[in-house]
């Protein structure tokens, strides 16, 4: 009985042992990888410069497009393709092709042409986002998604499938500032969502910026919808919005602006500066 309780503790501890071993290398092996691809996705983060949403650095054209595609595919081979995730990978190529349609001239207008370099943007956007929570950078101090994170999945899938985000502030339509609600929804799960509609009371249905109300959302990917305050009861506080989703039920969320808007921050246009006594 003594010698197998003893062959017993030690199996036990070899297997210990082996288990312990296996979780180190593992934990290293994390380590590495996430090092590697910051320094890879540094650089990638350097080239898609050219497509940021503000303050570009010059206008994209044909020819401009087809460098940085060129410039995607040098980085692909000689530094990233190797530590790009499964999930980060699509998004990747998505841009790719897309930058390989824009080298193509068009017959088409300044609209046309706006909107194939906002659809870039858009795309950049995305594996912008996507390589960050590959190296969980926009997390807590962690490194990576905790147990409970994980087991919320399938919550956020059946019963709360995006976060809805209501802030009051400006838009600046012909360079003329207006009081406006914005409405960021996010997609929380790990599948597409199809939003049918976003409505919000007392305004106009918050659209975005090419009139659509109805899109679709990458896992991870949050969409912005604007609409100007045109109801002079609209109070203080950020009404109610519902988000209906297809093959869902409707979601609401209600809750003050991130940034409360202030009637008094810019005086009318109209309005003179007062005169000064005479003393």
Not at 190 to 214: C, F, K, Q, S, T
Request: aromatic content about 8%.
């Amino acid at each position: 009985m003594v010698i197998l309780s003893a062959g017993v503790g030690a199996l036990a501890g070899v297997v210990t042992t082996a288990w312990k071993s296996r979780k180190d290398l593992e934990a290293q092996y994390d380590i590495d990888l996430r090092k590697r691809r910051i320094e890879a996705y540094a650089e990638l983060w350097k080239l898609l410069e050219q497509l940021a949403d503000y303050f570009g650095p010059g206008e994209l054209t044909h020819e401009s497009a087809r460098k940085l595609g060129e410039s995607l595919r040098r980085w692909y081979f000689r530094r990233g393709g190797l530590v790009l995730s499964s999930d980060t990978r699509p998004a990747y190529f998505n841009l790719q092709q897309a930058l390989e349609g824009m080298a193509v001239p068009i017959d088409g207008s300044k609209t046309d042409e706006h909107r194939r370099v906002e659809i870039l943007k858009a795309l950049a956007s995305r594996l912008r986002t996507s390589s960050t929570r590959d190296v969980a950078t926009r997390v807590g101090p962690r490194l990576g998604p905790s147990f409970a994170a994980r087991l919320s999945g399938p919550w956020h899938r059946l019963f709360a499938p995006v976060r809805v985000i209501v802030e009051r502030r400006w838009q600046w339509p012909d360079g003329q500032p207006e009081e406006a609600f914005f409405v960021i929804v996010e997609n929380l799960t790990d599948r597409e969502l199809h939003i049918r509609r976003v409505e919000l009371p007392g305004a106009d249905d918050p659209v975005g910026e090419y009139g659509e109300n109805e899109f679709r959302l990458q896992p991870g990917e949050d969409r912005e919808l604007g609409t100007a305050i045109s109801s002079p009861g609209i109070g203080p506080l950020a009404p109610e919005v519902t988000v209906r989703v297809k093959g869902r039920w409707q979601l609401r969320s209600r809750g003050t602006p991130r940034v409360p808007l202030q009637r008094h921050s810019i005086a009318p246009a109209d309005t003179a500066p007062a005169a000064k006594p005479d003393r």
